[in-house]
């Protein structure tokens, strides 16, 4: 009787061993696969990295572990439970063939976002997040792009295969501990609690170890650096870690009186007591035109022949930023001087509710139809909502455009005849109007108009193709323009919504893929003309106009105006929980507890020497504070509400009189 005892309690210990064993070697085939999807990363985005040395890969790869690690213990925590249960899941077909299932789908899908991101990087310079996962399910034309995506690059998924296709075989193969028959009381205890050390395990790995606060994109950049992150974060974990990161916190880096010495976001030009010019306003807005596709000096090549000349006939700001990488964060940059410095769009994020002071409501308040005009379908991006909320009377998307057959058959009318419609539209509003216009052509899938196949070759890149024809549109758009009579009368601001493709090395660098243009041209204004080389965003096209315009109220902005003779010009964006503050000729990487890195662009273009690792460098203490003081004035705006110059003052005027008390 005790032999036998003896040989069921072996038998027992024997499937409880084997049975961890059997884990770890599946875990370990998933960790495998996860270092692959690193090293092809690396590889088929060699240009976009080649700061990077010989010897940094093999320290980008041992720190990428860590973040591996936590993603797959994430996501195979339900499966690795089932497994552990003491009951003989492994040996019943049903229940084995639903855990191959629950393995693919899990694995499969970390594989599969981890391959897609290789492509995706290359327009957002960033790890996708939870927002992409938002705009697959909310955004509708990224569902129905979702063709066009795998016919373009049908690789992803084939090498999403070769990759996942080696899991399910060693899945299939492993051959998992036989289930002990009749088995003890003290099994399931031994069971149970072997389950209970697994889960804890689990736990630690998922929080990335045992230190005090689970880790973090801004682990990543802390011990790679800001320029490595993506290199050594994965894709699922990028999207986990963002997930439900939707609220602020108060920063509290100047007291309130310090603070509003450093920087203040309300605006008033009413003190100069000139009139009010009742001029037309017009903002077009290119889609992905980065200043690279520019002419030398900004580019190598001039695809945009036409915006060239108005660069030459306008004030060009060659300095000029984008604050994001997406249209959906372009556009209430430039027309309601809102940045995007949460995880989520201001469109999605939970503040969209906020009251905000754009520029259709501010002029609408003045008098003038207010439209906004994009060829896509209508709801894409949310345009349609967010022209709502920024005050626009009108939208005007593909539904209003009266001929289906300029439709591009993926994201909507063609630019050139929605140009043309645009310019007419705004012909019939009463005088005087704003409108503005989203382009839409010099987006992926880059498709031409069959009439123009053969006169915009493609050149290096896809883009190129639709970005001359884009600039084409917008020739025919100011040749119909001249000829109306409000044509004089008129201010127009043109940039781009964000940068795409890259080829310079410079635009390739953090600073540069943000480098866009922006143009004021009035043909009636002649002083509207130059080059200013003073640092300039999309925020700051707000403030712009009005004081353009003399307008005589307060007003909330996060931007300057770049008619102003301030010194302390700036762009600022974010991206993988770092904050980018460009400042004169500096660029500084910060993120809410500390300063990671800081660059003299203009002398280091590929920013690869990080000042910060000397004493005392120059400008270092002014970027810095300026930087914390627009965090923290865009953290309390958008907290409490305070996004009006109403509600700003109201608050402005109740903390100095607490200030006072105490």
């Known amino acids: 009787m005790d032999l036998l005892t003896t040989l069921k309690s072996k038998r027992e210990e024997y499937y409880q061993l084997n049975l961890i064993i059997f884990i770890l070697k599946l875990m370990s085939a998933v960790l495998a696969g996860f270092v692959v999807c690193r090293v092809l990363f690396l590889l088929m985005n060699m240009n976009l990295f080649d700061w990077i040395a010989p010897k940094e890969y093999v320290s980008i790869l041992f720190y ?3 973040f591996d690690l936590v993603s797959i213990a994430y996501i195979n925590l339900a499966l690795v439970i089932l497994i552990m249960l003491p009951l003989p899941l492994l040996h019943s077909t049903m229940t084995r063939k639903l855990l191959f299932f629950l393995f693919l789908l899990t694995n499969g899908t970390a594989v599969f976002v981890n391959i897609t991101d290789i492509i995706y990087y290359r327009f957002t310079l960033k790890r996708s997040t939870s927002d992409f996962l938002d705009m697959l399910v909310m955004g509708g034309d990224v569902a129905t792009l979702v063709p066009q995506f795998i016919h373009d690059y049908w690789y992803v998924g084939l090498i999403s295969v070769l990759i996942l296709l080696p899991l399910a075989v060693i899945f299939l193969r492993m051959k998992p501990p036989r289930f002990p028959g009749h088995t003890s009381f003290s099994f399931y205890v031994h069971q149970c609690v072997w389950l209970l050390l697994v889960i804890a395990l689990s736990v630690v790995a998922i929080r990335g170890g045992v230190q005090s606060k689970p880790i973090s994109i801004l682990t990543a950049s802390r011990v790679s650096g800001a320029r490595n992150v993506p290199l050594v974060i994965n894709t699922p974990f990028s999207i986990i870690r963002t997930i439900g990161k939707n609220y602020l916190v108060e920063l509290d880096y100047f007291s309130f009186q310090e603070l509003s010495t450093i920087f203040s976001p309300i605006h008033d030009y009413s003190n100069r007591n ?39 006939r306008g004030l060009f700001y060659d300095r000029a930023f984008a604050n ?211 640092t300039a965003q999309q925020l700051d096209i707000m403030p712009t106009v009005l004081d353009y315009l003399n307008y005589d109220k307060p007003f909330f902005s996060v931007g300057m105006s770049m008619l102003s003779n301030a010194h302390s010009f700036y762009s600022i964006s974010m991206r993988e929980n770092t904050y980018q503050l460009i400042h004169d000729r500096y660029a500084l990487h910060y993120n809410t507890f500390e300063s990671i890195a800081f660059y003299d662009y203009e002398h280091d273009i590929k920013l690869e020497k990080n000042l910060i690792d000397y004493q005392n460098p120059e400008g270092l203490r002014d970027t810095e504070r300026l930087g914390r003081a627009v965090l923290q004035t865009y953290h309390h705006a958008l907290i409490n509400n305070l996004m009006t110059a109403s509600r700003w003052e109201k608050n402005d005027n109740r903390q100095t009189s607490v200030a006072e008390r105490y």
Do not use: C
Not at 283 to 289: A, P, Q, R
Not at 381 to 408: C, H, L, N, W
């Open 324 to 534: 994001e990488k997406t249209s959906m964060n372009g556009i209430p940059a430039i027309l309601a001087g809102i940045p995007t410095l949460t995880q989520d769009p201001f469109i999605r994020s939970v503040y969209a509710g906020n009251e905000i002071e754009g520029l259709a409501s501010i002029l609408g308040s003045k008098g003038y139809q207010t439209a906004f005009f994009h060829g896509g379908r209508t709801g894409t991006m949310r345009f349609d909502t967010f022209s709502k909320i920024a005050g626009f009377q009108r939208y005007y998307g593909k539904e209003d455009y009266p001929d289906v057959y300029d439709f591009d058959g993926h994201w909507g009318i063609s630019d050139e005849p929605f140009f043309q419609y645009f310019v007419q539209e705004i012909g019939k509003m009463k005088h005087p109007f704003f409108a503005s216009i989203l382009s839409l052509s010099s987006h992926h899938p880059y498709q031409l108009p069959e009439k123009y196949i053969n006169d915009f070759p493609e050149g290096k890149h896809p883009i190129v193709k639709t970005i001359k024809y884009a600039d084409h549109a917008l020739e025919q758009f100011f040749n119909t323009a001249k000829k109306m009579d409000w044509f004089q009368h008129t201010l127009f601001v043109i940039t781009a919504d964000h940068t795409a493709v890259a080829f310079h090395p410079f635009y390739r660098s953090r600073v540069g893929n943000y480098s866009i243009p922006i143009i004021l041209y009035s043909p009636s204004d002649p002083e509207l003309s130059g080059t200013d080389r003073r």
């Open 274 to 312: 000139a009139p009010f010019k009742h001029m037309n306003v017009v903002i077009i807005i290119m889609e992905s035109f980065g200043k690279e596709y520019m002419g030398p000096p900004y580019g190598n090549e001039g695809f945009t022949p036409f915006l060239d000349s108005l660069a030459d």
């Open 64 to 66: 990428g572990l860590r």
